[in-house]
């Protein structure tokens, strides 16, 4: 951890939520701000994530000082087999004349996550921890916040199509992308009053991953996302809501891990580079107001959020 440390914590209300957003193998953003967060003196209170942000969250709820360590040694082990196994195509064939209704065994990445993880049960973390899910049935929104870690983290994550929907108390959960891609809401109705996003940028948002069944998928997550963002955005009326930046510079897909150390160290300068100057011109004396500090990169292809940042406090403005 790199000193001295930039001092922050004096500044954010309490308590301070760290989301994370979902978004494949994009999720290696969020290493790099993990690793720009670390030469900071603030310490989040509260872990929500959905989809690969569930999975960084928990090694980040399991041990918030140690978690940008342990996320370096992940990702650096993470390929395109050790999630997707085997070729699209063939798995997809396979998976289709065994009439299955999804294509890839998520145990590799289970495994792997498993190894970082020191405790089975969610309540078990250092930090108040949420995985968030979607019942495939029902469409509604499920907070996992207890029970078994493994099967909550599988079930954050579970891509339709890609993976298995899994079953917890009698529900079939897949991916909780589809309802709360970056569940900023979600934070705010545990108590957070401010809340620090780690979103892993526009994927598909485009449409130029639109192509065969997986772009489609990807598209669809996508869109649900945007939407979603712009309503939760609004709490920012009253809270302060700390957007850390995304490289402008992805254009790999989800499935994609090629790219991750390059993600991941854009990411890392680029958030050290906003937190400094927050050090620098934030308040001395006095709480952040409430507003959205930075730029979520949603707006480029979502004009609400400017609409609404429009309305919002300026925390730009004394």
Same mark, same amino acid.
């Given at each position: 951890?790199?000193?001295?440390?930039?001092?922050l914590?004096?500044?954010?209300p309490?308590?301070l939520?760290?989301v994370?957003?979902?978004?494949?193998?994009?999720?290696?953003?969020?290493?790099?701000m993990?690793q720009?967060?670390?030469?900071?003196? &603030?310490r989040?209170?509260?872990?929500?994530?959905?989809?690969?942000?569930? &999975?960084?969250?928990a090694? +980040?709820?399991?041990d918030?000082d !140690?978690?940008?360590?342990?996320?370096?040694?992940?990702? %650096?082990?993470?390929? /395109?087999?050790?999630?997707?196994?085997g070729? +699209?195509?063939?798995?997809? $064939?396979? @998976?289709? *004349? %065994?009439?299955?209704?999804?294509?890839f065994?998520?145990?590799?990445?289970?495994?792997l996550i498993?190894?970082?993880?020191?405790?089975?049960r969610?309540e078990?973390l250092e !930090?108040?921890?949420?995985?968030i899910?979607t019942d495939?049935?029902?469409?509604?929104?499920v907070e996992?916040?207890? =029970?078994?870690?493994?099967? %909550?983290?599988?079930?954050?994550?579970?891509?339709?199509v890609?993976?298995?929907?899994?079953?917890i108390?009698?529900?079939?959960?897949?991916?909780g =992308?589809?309802?709360a891609?970056?569940?900023?809401?979600?934070?705010?109705?545990r108590?957070?009053k401010s809340?620090?996003?780690?979103?892993?940028?526009?994927?598909?948002? %485009?449409? /130029?991953?639109?192509?065969g069944? +997986?772009g489609?998928?990807?598209?669809? !997550?996508?869109?649900?996302?945007?939407?979603q963002? *712009?309503v939760?955005?609004?709490?920012?009326?009253?809270?302060p809501?700390?957007?850390?930046p995304?490289?402008?510079?992805?254009?790999t897909?989800?499935?994609d891990?090629?790219?991750?150390a390059v993600?991941?160290?854009?990411? +890392?300068?680029? =958030?050290r580079?906003?937190l @400094?100057?927050?050090?620098e011109?934030?308040p001395?004396?006095?709480m952040?107001?409430?507003?959205?500090? =930075?730029?979520?990169?949603?707006a480029?292809?979502?004009p609400?959020?400017d @609409?609404?940042?429009?309305? $919002?406090p300026?925390?730009?403005?004394p």
């Amino acid at each position: 951890m790199a000193e001295p440390q930039l001092a922050l914590q004096h500044m954010v209300p309490r308590p301070l939520a760290i989301v994370f957003g979902g978004g494949g193998s994009r999720g290696a953003v969020q290493l790099g701000m993990l690793q720009a967060l670390a030469e900071t003196d &603030l310490r989040p209170d509260l872990v929500v994530g959905t989809s690969v942000g569930s &999975l960084n969250g928990a090694i +980040f709820a399991s041990d918030p000082d !140690l978690a940008a360590v342990k996320l370096a040694e992940i990702w %650096a082990r993470m390929d /395109r087999q050790q999630v997707f196994p085997g070729g +699209f195509f063939l798995k997809t $064939l396979a @998976a289709t *004349t %065994a009439g299955r209704s999804y294509v890839f065994d998520p145990t590799p990445l289970s495994d792997l996550i498993a190894e970082y993880l020191p405790v089975s049960r969610i309540e078990d973390l250092e !930090l108040p921890f949420t995985a968030i899910a979607t019942d495939l049935d029902s469409g509604v929104r499920v907070e996992l916040d207890s =029970g078994d870690l493994r099967t %909550a983290l599988l079930a954050s994550s579970a891509v339709p199509v890609a993976f298995p929907s899994v079953e917890i108390g009698g529900r079939r959960l897949v991916d909780g =992308g589809l309802v709360a891609n970056i569940p900023i809401r979600q934070a705010v109705a545990r108590g957070a009053k401010s809340v620090l996003v780690l979103d892993c940028g526009i994927f598909g948002a %485009a449409g /130029r991953w639109s192509q065969g069944i +997986f772009g489609v998928v990807v598209q669809s !997550l996508a869109i649900a996302g945007r939407q979603q963002v *712009t309503v939760d955005l609004a709490v920012a009326a009253d809270i302060p809501v700390l957007y850390f930046p995304v490289p402008a510079s992805i254009l790999t897909t989800i499935f994609d891990f090629e790219g991750t150390a390059v993600l991941a160290q854009e990411s +890392f300068e680029q =958030g050290r580079s906003a937190l @400094a100057h927050l050090a620098e011109h934030g308040p001395t004396s006095s709480m952040l107001q409430p507003g959205i500090y =930075g730029d979520p990169p949603m707006a480029v292809l979502n004009p609400e959020i400017d @609409a609404l940042r429009r309305m $919002l406090p300026d925390p730009r403005q004394p």
